[in-house]
């Protein structure tokens, strides 16, 4: 983290888990111990727990965030929810491009990139996701590959857009795996992507971009991974679910 440059920011992926009941409970749960967090804290819930979630996080530090968001402000998309849909509900976040919504839903860099433009286009805050499978780093592409899914992403977000822009390095390998990549391993494709957004948009962009780890985070490893300097918080699945271990993410981040 270099806090001097940067925002840190600890968001929970709740993926598709917790009813609205039991949503409301977690973040009823979460609220008292991330009060006076020294970090931006997010919880990016199912659309069917947004509404519950957005009246319990009131008069706290807790924002809310969507998992996807569809490229078209309305038409004949059914199942999509638009992201003028979620912004006129007071969702402030919503991640896109997640490893599991390019694997198992068809999403591509053209359409990360669409979403990623429509959702800032309606003043939304973007969670952008980029990372490699397995086998494409063993192949040794992981720096082109990551450099070239945020160049894609990105292809026509302004500069002044992109302080709405938060990118979470997710290697695929580590997601849901138990695995996750050393603090040193993160730090080095952070600083790839950091590299590549100097390249995009000039060095005070870069220095200013926050860019989350997002592999199997959780409350044993956060403190090494979050000390390195171009990790800039976590987008945190299973860990997000247990009130007390998100908790512990989120006290690491705000040393």
């Not at 979630?53 to 929810?81: D, L, M, P, Y």
């Amino acid at each position: 983290m270099n806090k001097a440059l940067r925002k840190t920011v600890i968001a929970g992926n709740w993926k598709m888990n917790k009813t609205p009941s039991e949503a409301a409970a977690l973040i009823e749960e979460i609220k008292p111990l991330v009060k006076g967090a020294d970090c931006e804290v997010v919880v990016c819930v199912p659309f069917v727990d947004l509404h519950v979630a957005i009246e319990a996080v009131k008069e706290s530090n807790i924002k809310v965030g969507a998992q996807n968001c569809h490229f078209e402000r309305s038409g004949a998309f059914t199942g999509e929810i638009s992201p003028v849909m979620l912004k006129e509900m007071g969702v402030e976040y919503v991640i896109i491009g997640h490893s599991e919504r390019r694997t198992y839903f068809g999403e591509t860099d053209v359409t990360v990139n669409k979403r990623t433009l429509a959702a800032l286009n309606e003043g939304l805050k973007v969670i952008l996701c980029v990372g490699e499978y397995l086998e494409q780093r063993e192949q040794g592409i992981t720096e082109e590959l990551v450099a070239m899914q945020t160049k894609i992403a990105l292809q026509n977000v302004t500069e002044e857009q992109l302080k709405n822009v938060i990118i979470a390095y997710e290697p695929v390998w580590a997601i849901g795996t138990g695995k996750t990549a050393t603090a040193e391993q993160a730090n080095e494709v952070n600083g790839i992507i950091r590299a590549t957004i100097e390249k995009l948009y000039g060095k005070a962009a870069a220095d200013g971009i926050t860019i989350q780890y997002g592999g199997s985070m959780n409350a044993a490893n956060a403190t090494e991974l979050l000390a390195q300097p171009h990790v800039d918080g976590g987008l945190i699945g299973g860990a997000s679910l247990k009130a007390q271990d998100f908790a512990a993410i989120v006290k690491a981040a705000s040393v």
